[in-house]
């Protein structure tokens, strides 16, 4: 599910179908040819990359859960080189940028769009392109036209564009700088059809688990793990890192669902106040794409019922507040999450296929203050916004924790951390 981040109003969480088509040059702005120089598949010349060791990415996060809305980090692209922000997201695979070719819909000034060149355009029946549209196989009239992508998001937007190579700059944990060659989408179609602005970044970072993400060709070329893990604070901030350099000790463990498209938990069982619900066979999705945490229609009113009868008696009453559709007032302004957090329980997922495994919902990972002095709930209606029966542990879910997945073996992890600072590489 690919995500791009929203105002925490109306949190943009995507539901992904990524396609790729073919088009006739006449019919892409800017008219460009087909791909003449495709990815360098040289091995990494790093002796240690090939074992993972020193041979990790370590990035900086900007960004909060409220009011922004969104984390990101700060890519290097192109020769010469030029940076761009971008969301970071485990819920898709396709990292895309937006690009002056030219550009409709773009929400950044021109200056600040990736401007591609002709032979950076990959082919369609190259590699790349069946990487982008797995598990499916390119549509082709003739080999060599260029590979186009769609991102349709079920909030009506959607990202139209042309799959590019470059140049990224990468500074390993090691110290040695690595610039490979990337297979990215360049979007030259945007359309937001909904009343809130998109987010300030330039696009999207997919860091999912299928081939096309950034994360698999890493791997491909021997430089880091298939791992990627992020520490996100809940004052703001945090980091991201690609490999397994630093993954913590005392990890809990989970495997991931088989061939599952998204980050997949086993089922898992839903409690609230260390009592059962009676709530089984949840289908949890971790994504650092969305701001906020979905639970389907019947686990999102089981879940308001249950907290409303915790509330009763408590002095909070329900208010209007434009963050977030369910939302109380006290009878003074809130300053933060530990001014409102003993009126409520702690929802808790058991993943019954594993022992002992569990992750605690405290209320600090479902509540956010406003700037009203509310306390709002940061779980929505999943079946509302377009996901069915998924259920999204998004960031307000994961902060304060170091979050792994680990897609060689299979398995995602978490344990509490400070987020606040970088760790020492």
């Known amino acids: 599910m690919d995500a791009k981040k929203r105002k925490p109003t109306v949190p943009w969480i995507m539901m992904v179908i990524v396609m790729v088509f073919l088009v006739l040059c006449a019919n892409f702005p800017g008219c460009f040819s087909a791909a003449s120089q495709q990815p360098n598949k040289k091995k990494s010349t790093h002796p240690k990359a090939a074992q993972g060791f020193g041979s990790s990415v370590l990035f900086p996060v900007t960004g909060n859960v409220y009011p922004l809305g969104y984390y990101s980090i700060s890519l290097t692209i192109g020769q010469p080189p030029k940076v761009f922000e971008f969301d970071i997201d485990t819920g898709s695979d396709l990292t895309w940028v937006q690009c002056d070719a030219p550009c409709t819909g773009c929400t950044k000034p021109v200056d600040h769009l990736y401007k591609p060149a ?47 190579t470059d140049f990224f700059s990468l500074r390993l944990m090691n110290g040695s700088l690595i610039t490979p060659h990337l297979t990215f989408g360049c979007a030259y179609d945007l359309k937001n059809p909904g009343p809130y602005p998109p987010p300030p970044t330039a696009g999207v970072l997919g860091l999912g688990n299928g081939k096309a993400s950034i994360l698999s060709q890493l791997q491909n070329f021997d430089f880091t793990r298939n791992v990627v893990g992020h520490c996100l604070s809940g004052k703001g901030g945090g980091f991201l890192f690609l490999g397994d350099d630093l993954v913590p000790s005392g990890i809990d463990w989970m495997p991931m669902s088989a061939d599952a498209k998204h980050y997949l938990s086993s089922p898992a069982e839903l409690f609230f106040g260390g009592k059962p619900t009676g709530i089984k066979d949840l289908k949890v999705v971790f994504d650092s794409g969305s701001s906020y945490t979905y639970f389907s229609f019947r686990v999102y009113e089981a879940v308001l019922d249950l907290l409303r009868r915790g509330l009763n008696g408590k002095p909070l009453d329900t208010v209007q507040d434009k963050a977030l559709p369910i939302c109380w007032k006290g009878t003074k302004r809130f300053k933060s999450v530990h001014d409102v957090k003993n009126y409520f329980s702690t929802l808790t997922l058991s993943f019954t296929k594993t022992r002992n495994i569990k992750l605690e919902l405290q209320p600090e990972a479902y509540l956010i203050v406003t700037e009203h002095g509310n306390a709002c709930l940061g779980i929505l209606n999943g079946t509302e916004a377009g996901l069915d029966d998924l259920d999204i542990i998004g960031d307000i879910s994961l902060l304060d924790k170091t979050v792994i997945y680990d897609n060689e073996k299979q398995q995602i992890g978490w344990v509490s951390a400070n987020c606040d600072r970088l760790p020492k590489s």
């Open 118 to 164: 002709k032979h950076i355009i990959v082919s369609c029946d190259h590699p790349s392109c069946g990487a982008v549209h797995f598990p499916e196989s390119p549509r082709c009239e003739t080999p060599d036209d260029q590979c186009d992508f769609e991102v349709d998001y079920a909030d009506h937007g959607s990202v139209l564009g042309v799959v590019v």
